[in-house]
């Protein structure tokens, strides 16, 4: 089941409809979505990634196939894929190039073998990317029509939509958020899987806050992190979020210095862009806006993007919590899908 | 006459064609260019700044009639003005907001006058947006449909084009690529006309590199700069140039610093936009590629990217110097006018 999205009946339906699918390092998200981001089934499949891309391939088209009998929609209403994947990859080739997080699939030609697989033309983008086209579709920007969306997870991914156009760059690298500079300094930090210093995702990331906790402890920091830490239990950013909601003040130490890279990450993202709309999305929201926790990492981010920007950008730029959830990058597959097909079919009529 | 184009005569004119206006502090450039980007009249006025907007307005129409009269172009030939001004700006009004060049300026209505003393429509536009698009339609980016322009001068200006869509920003605050934070430290320095820490301007403009020449040789630095401080001449970035010609090392520590923020910035921008091609302008350029200077300034932003970025971006990206110099503004101003021009006219048919 999608996390936010309720399943709606083909008696509801806009047609003509489109498949979003979200490839993980763990799990597969595929939704059909309908003419106006409504999703008419679900399904989440596990990759087993080291099995290589072709299974994976093959049990997608499977449950496509599954799908689409389940809920009743005739093929000929279904004109698209939308693929959405995590990088590094080759968007006008079709292929995977390095993704940290899909090691047996490297080089592989996703984007083609889907399409053989499910019969479809298939738009191939980057996850977060989609992700952004979702909650530009039908999320929190469904009003606007520019946004940035930053995903904090395991690392921090980005989308950016200026003018309903979104940003995928010459070398399939456009709108890498967490790869903005936050540290110039020749000793910045690392990301966790290597790359340049200094980046955002090396300091606003769970992994990243994962591991500051780690060296902080190390050092002595006083918090009750130590006790998980000394009985051998892994310091993840999930428990220093539980920490700090426990009055842990180096636990709220460690997510407060988080939200100030976030909004230094966010002041210059938004001098760049100036989209009035900053959203942020993935599992790393400690609470949201229904924990005491969550609030306080959202307003020491935009306190910190205050201090930095200039009062009419500031008057004019909202910075708030996503609100499609886990289910943003199938839906905007799936919205990217139909923008490309309505481009495709102005074309030729 | 333009700085860098020739003027063309009007038998070897392609029409229709459309005013190009780059207002500054100082002067103002007027242009007729033709449909592809030739320069069909030139001429540069003062702006006479603390007399206020109007009669800059008058001067503007006055020249722009005698520049027709003069290359014996028809009105009707002339389709759309394109006005590029300094920000701070509201461009879906048409106004000035406080632009801190044009300090007796403030709140004009400059779209709408200038388009009333010309009698044609007018397409209002940031200055470096401006340029960036000159160099897009006809210079160093006519090849491309992606690219990042830094306009290096008292300040740092920036213009961001997006698979040929220029990003102006919901706040009129887009491109301004000055802005990106590149010291995030609390005590990071301030822009010499103040606005938010640690941002580009404050490290790699012409102001700001001189501002760091003061305060270095206050300090003690050696350098043959001390003896023009005290004799009491103004330390510049063109007299740092000179002496860096000279080799002064000092000198020349001031301009790789320079250099190394630019390369910083350089790198955000490009993990955000991934646009293939940056361009560097305006007249803080060492001398540019004719200069040992300015090849050694160009090959330290080049290696600060190289340290930050990806293989695979840093494959795919170009850093340059720009071609148009100082008439990309007004070429850029008439190019975005005949982008709208044709826009409306595809609109209308």
């Given amino acids: ?146 946004l940035i969306l930053l995903t904090l997870g395991t690392g921090v991914g980005g989308g950016i939509i200026v003018d309903g156009h979104l940003i995928n760059g010459v070398n399939s690298f456009g709108s890498e958020c967490g790869h903005v500079i936050v540290d110039s300094h020749p000793d910045a930090r690392l990301c966790v899987w290597g790359g340049g210093r200094g980046q955002l995702e090396a300091y606003a990331s769970a992994s990243a806050v994962a591991q500051r906790a780690q060296e902080g402890l190390r050092a002595g920091a006083v918090s009750s992190l130590t006790r998980l830490a000394m009985a051998g239990k892994a310091v993840t950013a999930k428990r220093i979020y539980e920490a700090a909601e426990g009055g842990d003040q180096y636990a709220l130490s460690l997510i407060d210095e988080a939200a100030y890279y976030l909004g230094i990450g966010i002041t210059t993202l938004v001098h760049t862009i100036d989209p009035g709309l900053v959203v942020l999305g993935g599992a790393m929201n400690f609470g949201g806006t229904q924990s005491p926790v969550g609030r306080r990492f959202l307003d020491k981010i935009r306190q910190t993007f205050a201090e930095r920007t200039f009062p009419n950008v500031l008057a004019g730029t909202t910075i708030d919590f996503a609100t499609l959830g886990g289910d943003a990058g199938y839906i905007g597959a799936a919205g990217f899908a139909r923008k490309q097909f309505m481009l495709e079919t102005s074309r030729t009529t």
């Avoid at 990759?47 to 891309?53: F, S």
């Avoid at 929609?73 to 990088?87: H, M, N, Y």
């Fill in 1 to 146: 089941m999608p996390t936010s999205q309720e399943i709606i009946p083909l008696s509801r339906a806009c047609l003509p409809c489109f498949w979003g699918v979200d490839v993980g390092g763990t799990n597969i998200k595929i939704g059909l979505v309908d003419d106006v981001g409504q999703t008419l089934a679900f399904e989440e499949i596990e990759t087993h990634e080291p099995d290589g891309p072709q299974q994976a391939v093959d049990r997608i088209a499977l449950t496509c196939r599954q799908l689409a009998e389940r809920c009743g929609v005739a093929a000929e209403q279904i004109k698209r894929l939308g693929l959405g994947t995590p990088g590094t990859m080759d968007i006008p080739r079709g292929l995977f190039v390095e993704p940290p997080n899909l090691p047996h699939w490297f080089h592989f030609p996703i984007r083609d073998r889907v399409s053989q697989a499910c019969g479809l033309p298939v738009s191939f983008i980057n996850d977060a990317n989609a992700a952004s086209f979702g909650e530009f579709w039908v999320g929190k920007g469904a009003k606007v029509d520019s």
